[in-house]
């Protein structure tokens, strides 16, 4: 087929080439357009076609406007290679019969090869599986194709930027030279210019003078004037081509985005063809061959069509090659007749594959019913486990749907095959379980058998045994019995021969039992005597109390007086000091200090003035003023001495509250509960507690009761239980406003040295953590509060104070003590509650209406005790050492501001009672 084909290019080529030299001989223009038809008509149909081949089409058309190009003779800086690149977008498709002819012959082989090829794989591959691979390697093969496109389009889109960057350049060139060309021609004219001004004003030396030299002038000028003249029409020229150029530059870049427009067009119908295909993949092969088959009858008859035109057109040709070409046109109707009958074969074809399509279209749909029998059986037996059945049955389908069904329906299959064989393996072990199991039992049972037969002999040997007993019993019962009354004669006998001794003693004896009996009557008689006798002396002797007192009355009361009146000044005594007193008491530098490094001494005390001390910090020296400045070496009386007046308040009724303040380690725990052998405020406030109620216990009689709390993270635990439960903080039911912990334990205490245990209980129950500032750091507030309720035995009246003896929780800032995680929220907590603390005395201090005693729960707690009228005492313990100068100086700023407060006049709790000796 394609040797016919090349002989038919062979005699057009030379017909048309005849018709040309014949063309050239009549005179037209000749040799402009020399070319071969043969290559120009295939390059054309490829490019319209699309395909892979548009850059030898342009090649060749390259060569076409090559010689219209080629009359720019200026060469100036366009080269023929640029210009061939240029020209390649400017093809203009040949439109002949021939080529279009020839453009289908070659695109009709192609697909026959195509068709034979797809025929083929269809014979080797049968199954849908094959079938949707070959869909799969055609889809792959249109994506190449695809590819290659987009690669050729964006080649195009490279070589059009370098063109583009080249005409640029060269256009950068052509103006540079044509502004050279301006400014030569600019300095000629201006020489011109010149000469001609010479010529116009002659100097007076000059040789114008003479006729010679005024025509050698005048020829000058008229050289220069017409050299002028060239340069002008030569400037023209150059503005002309520079136009020119600019114009080819637009040609050329619209007839490259035109040509990418069309790849871009032929690029989507690819993609169309592609989706298209793509959506068609569930056809089936005989559909898709039907369709492959209809598009090649098209193409055939299009054939056809081309080939009867060429037949017209060649029985117009001239006569000298008449039989040749009659013999080829026998040749093609024999090759038409031929197509006409593969024609036909193909429709047969056509026909014949329409009807197998059809069958196989039926043969598929009772396939597929069976696939739904078949899956309708399976869910049958299925619902019929164990006794299920498996049906295998291998069904040919080339739908790729029913293969998946078929796949799925296997593989449900295989697991219920699967779940089968587990369930009949554990029936197995079931089973073996119920045999092993019935054995166990057989055994059991013959044991039980045995153990049974066992019993009933032991039984009729019990039986026997109880017999014997019974018998021996009896034996037993009538040997007692003998015995018995054998012992009650001997006893009876016994009596009797005791009864006749007693009767015959002696008479004096009888008199002695007489004597006897009136002494214990008269010793009876004497009690009675004694008691009347103690009863008469009691009356005589509260009736000569009663006439003494009523003789003593005016000095009685004048005593009273005395004692309210030491009160009085006691507690104004204590109002002078201050209600808030800030004391301040240095650590001595210990042993264990002195080998670490800051040791040095930076916080020194005055020997005249016991009020004010001086911290040197960073070279300079800041001096506090303070109410009492205990210097290092006070001794923990000394200290005491100072609060005792305060325990004195309580006892007459005053809240009173003492706390210790400072870093951690700076010695708030060694000031309030000290060691043992050298106790601190706490015992020894306690001691004075219980000496002066002693003191005063013919007067008053007084109930002293404790107890302790810790706040560690906010949380209230109580120090005397065990169990240690998280305490609230809430108003008191009894109606009087005053705040209470509800299950807080609270200890009666008679004596110090019930007092000295329960402290011990609490110092325990504390919680202690190491922390890098001090390995045993108290991180918990400590509260030790001592209620004592006072009543007048003489008048009645009662008194209520409370003594609140804190130990706070280290001071430090948080960076210092290392604190992270627990540690570091430890540590904010502690710190927020003695802002909280400063900021209520600090709130007092200004007389504000909202003291925020909320604001912690060591505030609240303390409510009723640091408000108005009540007492407080606040020792700020402070290290002297260098290494802690900055926690020493936070320290001091915060005893300083709370040291100002004036809480005013002290409040005496007292409710009066019949008598009402309060004193205020
Ligand atoms: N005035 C002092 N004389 C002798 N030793 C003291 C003195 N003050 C404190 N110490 C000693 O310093 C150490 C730390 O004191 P303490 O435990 O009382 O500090 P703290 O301020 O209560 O610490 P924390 O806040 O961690 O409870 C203790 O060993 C204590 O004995």
Redesign the pocket.
Known sequence: MYAFYSLLVYIFYTVFKKEEEEEALEGACGGSSEQEPGHVSMETGSRRRGGPAPRLGKRGSGRLSDSSSSSDSEGLSLSDEDEDDIDEGQATPAKTPLGAFLSFKQETEKRRASTVHTELVEKVSESPLVSVMSHLLSFLEQYSHLQQLQQQAEQYRVQLRRHRAQHRRKMKALRSSYRQRLRDKNSLISSLEEAIGQVQSPSPDSEVDSPAGLHKLVQSVCGLQGERRQLRVELNLLHSQLEQREQDKHTKVLAFQQQIDELKSCIEEREEELSRLRTASGVTDSEKRVLCLSAENESLKHSLTVTQGLLQQLSVLPSQSSSVLIKENENLRSRVLQLEGALQQRADQLSRLEQSDWQRGEELRRREERVRELQLELDKERSKEPTVKFVTQTVEVESPSTLRQLADERQRNEQLRERLTNQSERCRQLEENIRRSDEVSCNLQHKIAAYEREIGTLQAELLKEIGHLEEKKEEAVKAASNCSQEHLKSLQDQFMTLQNRLNALPPTLRSMKTDYASLRTQVRNFSEFYGSAIKDAKKQISAAISEMSEANKDLLEKYRKEVALRRKYHEQLVELKGNIRVLC?V??V?KEDEHEEGQTVAVTTDPHNESALTVLSKGKAKTFELDKVFH?QATQEEVFQEIEPLITSCIDGYHVCIFAY??????????MEG?TENPGINQRALKHLFNEIEERKDMWTYTVTVSSVEIYNEVLRDLLSKDGEKLDIKINPDGTGQLHVPGLRVIEVKSFQHIKKILATARRNRITFGTQ??Q???RSHALLTVTVQGVDLATGSKSSGKLNLV?L??SERVWKSGAEGERLKEAQNINRSLLALGDVIQALRGRQTHIPFRNSRLTYLLQDSLGKGNKTAMVV?ISSLERNVGETLCSLKFAQRVCKVELGPAARKIESGGHGDAVN
């Open positions: 008491r650590k001595p210990l290092p400072g870093q951690t380690g700076s010695g708030k725990t060694y000031t060691p500032m001090n045993h750091s108290s130990d929780a280290g313990q």
